[in-house]
């Protein structure tokens, strides 16, 4: 059954804590957490202190999607807040392998993610380390872009890796999935979407996860 990971970037910031009980009545898997810096992305979103915030309310899952320079400087903290699973991109300064190790010895799910422009090779030497592949369909920082093709090739490949090395790999997906873009994913070979305004806009986005629940390399239109 395909996770479900609702991106709190398109949520009602001013009600956050609303937001994070809403994703929970409606099913999702887990919360997917964006932080950006304003260095590696142009734009800033919120740190650990929101994190740990929101974190009493819920047991769900927090799959935080560190897009930050030198994130091994950072590890502790997030973990303090309470992330379960920390990705790093593969194109951010600092030493890779060492980060996604201290994210483990640490007690925290690793993650390496890439951008659309990044060949997918380049999570070669990272993918015996890590328990999740993020692949990014849009340009990591901003929300609400549209899907990039580009991304459904990046899941085959590592859907292949996964299917000989690790059947138990998360390969999640992000940017511009709904009903149609996010069905294509899974049939790739995804296990995890990871959406935000396709949700968020919904009053009822219960009925959309439990349909994306469903979706797998047999199932209807």
Avoid at 147 to 169: H, M, T, W
Wanted: charged fraction near 25%; hydrophobic fraction near 40%; charge should be negative.
């Amino acid at each position: 059954m395909t996770k479900v990971a609702p991106s709190m970037l398109s949520a009602d910031f001013s009600r956050l804590g609303d937001e994070i009980k809403r994703i929970e009545a409606a099913g999702a898997d887990w919360a997917h957490l964006d932080v950006m810096d304003g260095m590696f992305v142009p734009n800033i979103t919120f740190g650990p202190g929101v994190i740990k915030s929101i974190r009493k309310l819920t047991k769900m899952p927090f799959d935080v999607h560190l897009m930050i320079q030198h994130p091994l400087r950072y590890v502790e903290t997030f973990a303090d807040a309470g992330s379960d699973m920390l990705t790093i991109h593969v194109e951010a300064e600092g030493n890779v392998k060492a980060t996604l190790k201290k994210i483990r010895d640490i007690g925290l799910k690793p993650g390496i993610t890439l951008n659309p422009g990044t060949p997918v090779e380049k999570l070669d030497p990272y993918l015996d380390l890590v328990d999740l592949v993020l692949i990014m369909t849009v340009e990591a920082g901003f929300g609400g872009q549209s899907f990039q093709e580009v991304g459904l090739s990046k899941i085959s490949y590592i859907r292949k890796y996964a299917d000989s090395q690790n059947p138990k790999l998360e390969i999640s997906v992000d940017g511009g999935i709904n009903s149609v873009t996010g069905k294509r994913c899974v049939d790739a070979g995804a296990t995890v979407l990871a959406a935000g305004s396709s949700l968020f806009t919904l009053d009822d986005m219960g009925k959309q996860i439990a349909l994306w629940k469903m979706y797998g390399p047999n199932a209807k239109e």
